[in-house]
């Protein structure tokens, strides 16, 4: 299988199947702690970089041949870049959900939520883990150094109209590196926001596998536990 892998076990989200939509690295972002290292292709622009029928058809022979003792807790579109820049994406959801009743969960940098046409499309998506790492431009560009003048701005209103529409869970993750967006302040700040979007649950994180700068370290873990308190009792620290 090229673009259907696993299941895998993860943190989060226990045995998982992971489907890659967009080859590697296919982003909007170039995020310093991205684990996949740098990004090779920054762009918004959605297309069909993997054809949506290979896909399908790898989701379906793993369906039709998996082993009934497999344990398969979600379907996961994550993969080696911004999953939500295959303009098939919904017609897939929709697809995959026909296949299994196993929840399916998107990960995305929710860079392109400020789209109508990507906010319908993840309507399908029985979890979508969006990320915010920042509320600020500043800390915006030095982090996830988005592609061409995007606004945070911009990513938070997308954010803030898709939990108007979207029924499902969302799970906010925020990825926190030492001394650029952790501090008491910065997490303030990060939290009012997160509470204007409305998420079910906070995810905090930090860059503890190797990230693509080596300057990136990660937060204290009194950083983290300040970061728990503030966030409140949505909050897991996932790292
Ligand atoms: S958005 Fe995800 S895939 Fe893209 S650079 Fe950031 S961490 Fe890596």
New binding site residues.
Partial sequence: MKYVYGPVKSRRLGFSLGVSTVPY?V?????V????KE?TRKTLTRKTYLKTSEILEELRTFFTHRPKDVRLDYVTF?G???PTLHRGIGRILKAVRRMSPVPVVV?T?A?TLMQERVRRDLLDADIVIP?LDAVTQDVFEKI??PVGNMRIEDVIEGLKQFRRVYGGKMWLEI?LVRGINDSVPYLELLKKTADEIGPDRVQINAPVRPP?LPWVKVPTKSTLSAAKKIFGKKCDVVC
Avoid: H, P, V, W
């Fill in positions: 690295k982003c909007s972002f170039d995020c702690y991205c684990q996949l990004t994550s080696a870049g911004e990960i940098n860079s990320s996830d150094r990825m693509a």
